[in-house]
T-cell receptor, first 111, second 116 residues
Framework: SQKIEQNSEALNIQEGKTATLTCNYT??????LQWYRQDPGRGPVFLLL?????KEKRKERLKVTFDTTLKQSLFHITASQPADSATYLC??????????FGAGTTVTVRA | SAVISQKPSRDICQRGTSLTIQCQVD?????MFWYRQQPGQSLTLIAT?????????ESGFVIDKFPISRPNLTFSTLTVSNMSPEDSSIYLC?????????????FGPGTRLTVL
């Protein structure tokens, strides 16, 4: 069966450190993978998209890697700040505009 | 970009009743989606609603339980019919705009539904 798995536990890190989140999938052949941020009581907000033929994407302090052989994406938040505290969702896309989401990883950055 | 509003933001309903959730977008969009997010779980796509055609439902979701309307390019409704406590969830609508990157979606704030 198809499955998307993100870090099973919440991530607690010190301000200034790098947070690394994982997204593993099975029985999917995604054309692209997206990362979203979700704050309590709000809808997800798009952060980054990486396509199957891309290895790495960066946006400011965010970096995403995509390894279609390992069926894994890593999401890095460098120089983390308390404002980065949120739940981060990975989503797989199949070129039909529909997204399949992981359950998310909650990140807490301590000042 | 797209700004999406949903009404109501939350509601508490009795078993057996129905609730209609509204989704309004500030620009015309072709593709709208309805998701459900149960506590501690991922977003699950309920259906895709394109203007001018019948909604397309995902496996496990049926029109009789979740009827959808899409009367124009800026508005959609999702009705949760004959509700049971298992329908307690957050319901979100989203749209695909394609301005930042193709296939990215903008989400509404969600409707938190509690069924007693």
């Amino acid at each position: 069966s198809q499955k998307i798995e993100q870090n099973s536990e919440a991530l607690n890190i010190q301000e200034g450190k790098t947070a690394t989140l994982t997204c593993n999938y099975t029985n999917y052949s995604p054309a692209y993978l997206q990362w979203y941020r979700q704050d309590p009581g709000r809808g997800p907000v798009f952060l980054l998209l990486i396509r199957e033929n891309e290895k790495e994407k960066r946006k400011e302090r965010l970096k995403v890697t995509f390894d279609t052989t390992l069926k894994q994406s890593l999401f890095h938040i460098t120089a983390s700040q308390p404002a980065d505290s949120a739940t981060y969702l990975c989503a797989l896309g199949l070129n039909d505009y529909k997204l399949s989401f992981g359950a998310g990883t909650t990140v807490t950055v301590r000042a | 970009s797209a700004v999406i509003s949903q009404k109501p933001s939350r509601d508490i309903c009795q078993r057996g009743t129905s609730l209609t959730i509204q989704c309004q977008v500030d620009s015309q969009v072709t593709m709208m989606f309805w998701y459900r997010q149960q506590p501690g779980q991922s977003l699950t796509l309920i259906a895709t609603a394109n203007q001018g055609s019948e909604a397309t439902y995902e496996s496990g979701f049926v029109i009789d339980k979740f009827p959808i309307s899409r009367p124009n390019l800026t508005f959609s409704t999702l009705t949760v019919s004959n509700m049971s406590p298992e329908d307690s969830s957050i319901y979100l609508c989203s749209v695909e705009v394609g301005d930042i990157s193709p296939d990215t979606q903008y989400f509404g704030p969600g409707t938190r539904l509690t069924v007693l």
